[in-house]
């Protein structure tokens, strides 16, 4: 699904006004009833709703909202800030009102609703909120009614950082598409849980040669398109031999973790390579894969030679001693795809000129405070996006950076958010599960980039699956490798 900036989402509009074509007010009409669709379905009629509208033709779409909801018998309250330029669809809808909607003051309408619909600005805004907009946020956002913004809550802008006063929405029902701001942490309190209704906008639009977009919305269709079946007469061989480097002492969970994923994600033959003291725990835990034995009895150091291999991971538990780094560098000089998470990262962001051995086609999988001893600070999340596309652009690898939404930065500069995934992940070990996961799929002769797509979507999904029986609160990273058979062959 594509995530597409304010003038491509102005673009779309105007295509499918143009082509269908549709006049504007229908194609607005279309979006009140969408967004109708979605409330009538999560909110009794015995809610009070208020609705509070700008001039605009997001304050249009409000106007339209409290008039459908009139007809299907909900009691709502309008307020419209006064502005200086209506839009000609705000002008039709304000037409169009029955008089049982009648326009009240601010203070009544807040006072007055249980929820509270957003439509003072939509995708376009451009600046600050600033006077009696802002004034009216506030009020709004201090209010304990329920918040449903209309396509996006009022103040947060789709092409760079926002400031000044946004409108704090449990819901926003947006048109079409998802918008970028809703993938990123710093606005998590203004866009709790979004929806994407359809609107009908013009498939054919994407077939514009001119019109690139770059970003991305990872949803099921296109993981499962992706993925390949097993052949009928294949065998172990045909899968790949994956070698994975984890572990120290005290942490060989991680490595169990990892190896585990990598198998249940269909790497055909697996080494685990582990120091003196796993060497047990690995045979005992993971009797599948075979293990090899570091000269070093508590860290690793040499993996030894490694040509037979078709991809490397390595990182999870693996600690960053002297004689570690000396081995990673090894492994870089290789020149074997690798899937580099935890202390790997770490060592290559104490050893900058790593960062030129990584090998092309290889997978990061930074969570935010490894990214950040990798790239430096950002200001904001929309500076974040810039330093991990131009890190995937740099070493020539895919950037996974790990959270919700996670988010993967291709060579190419696109950028794909993911959708599954849950709190309940916020927990050690699941991380090395994803080590795993990407690992199983690189063996298997997948792209990087399809490797990271598919693999961060199932590790989420195996998530989702889990939490489902355990709760989020209860869920173990094992539970994730559990469930990764379920997700892979739903």
């Not at 003038?7 to 509009?13: E, F, G, L, P, V």
């Not at 999560?42 to 009139?70: H, M, S, W």
């Not at 790997?344 to 001893?373: C, D, K, M, V, Y």
């Not at 596309?389 to 190419?412: D, E, F, M, N």
Request: charged share 20%; aromatic share 8%; net charge negative.
């Amino acid at each position: 699904m594509e995530i597409l900036n304010a003038s491509q989402i102005r673009a779309w509009d105007a295509y499918t006004i143009a082509t269908e074509p549709v006049a504007s007010i229908d194609l607005m009409e279309r979006a009140c009833n969408a967004f109708v669709n979605w409330f009538v379905a999560r909110f009794d009629r015995n809610e009070k709703v208020g609705v509070v509208c700008g001039t605009g033709n997001n304050g249009g779409d409000g106007l339209g909202i409290a008039r459908l909801l009139t007809d299907k018998k909900f009691s709502v309250r309008l307020f419209i800030i006064d502005g200086k330029n209506q839009s000609e669809d705000f002008k039709k809808n304000y037409a169009r009102l029955p008089k049982e909607i009648a326009v009240f003051q601010l203070e009544d309408v807040l006072s007055s609703s249980s929820v509270l619909i957003d439509a003072i600005f939509g995708s376009g805004l451009s600046r600050p909120v600033e006077g009696i907009y802002a004034e009216v946020i506030r009020k709004i956002n201090a209010s304990k009614a329920t918040k449903v913004a209309v396509d996006v809550p009022s103040g947060l802008r789709l092409d760079e950082p926002s400031s000044g006063e946004i409108i704090e929405a449990q819901y926003t029902i947006t048109f079409q598409a998802p918008k970028l701001p809703f993938m990123f942490p710093q606005y998590a309190r203004n866009v709790e849980e979004w929806h994407v209704v359809d609107i009908g906008l013009s498939g054919n639009f994407f077939g514009d040669e001119s019109m690139r977009i770059d970003t991305f919305y990872v949803d099921e269709a296109s993981v499962r398109a992706k993925l390949r079946p097993r052949r009928k007469f294949s065998h172990k061989g045909d899968y790949g031999r994956a070698l994975i480097i984890a572990g120290s002492h005290g942490k060989m969970g991680a490595c169990v973790l990892a190896a585990k994923a990598a198998l249940r994600s269909g790497a055909g033959l697996l080494t685990v390579h582990v120091p003196g003291c796993g060497y047990t725990i690995i045979q005992t835990s993971v009797p599948e894969a075979m293990a090899s034995v570091d000269v070093e009895e508590d860290h690793f150091s040499d993996a030894g030679e490694t040509k037979n291999y078709t991809v490397i991971g390595v990182g999870p538990g693996l600690g960053v001693t002297s004689s570690t780094t000396s081995g990673l560098r090894k492994i870089l000089e290789s020149g074997k795809p690798c899937v580099l998470d935890a202390d790997a990262l770490n060592i290559i962001s104490q050893n900058r000129g790593f960062l030129h051995l990584l090998p092309a086609g290889s997978i990061l999988t930074p969570h935010p405070g490894e990214f950040e001893r990798l790239v430096g600070e950002w200001p904001d999340d929309f500076a974040r996006l810039d330093l991990q596309r131009k890190l995937a652009a740099q070493t020539k690898c895919v950037v996974v950076l790990k959270g919700a939404h996670t988010s993967i930065a291709t060579p190419g500069s696109s950028v794909f958010f993911n959708s599954t995934g849950n709190p309940g992940m916020a927990k050690g070990g699941s991380g090395d599960v994803l080590t795993g996961v990407l690992t199983g799929l690189l063996s298997q002769g997948y792209s990087a980039s399809d490797a990271a797509i598919i693999g961060v979507y199932i590790h989420g999904h195996a998530a989702d699956l889990a939490a489902s029986r355990t709760g989020q609160t209860s869920l173990l990273a094992g539970d994730i490798v559990e469930f990764l058979g379920q997700s892979f062959d739903r």
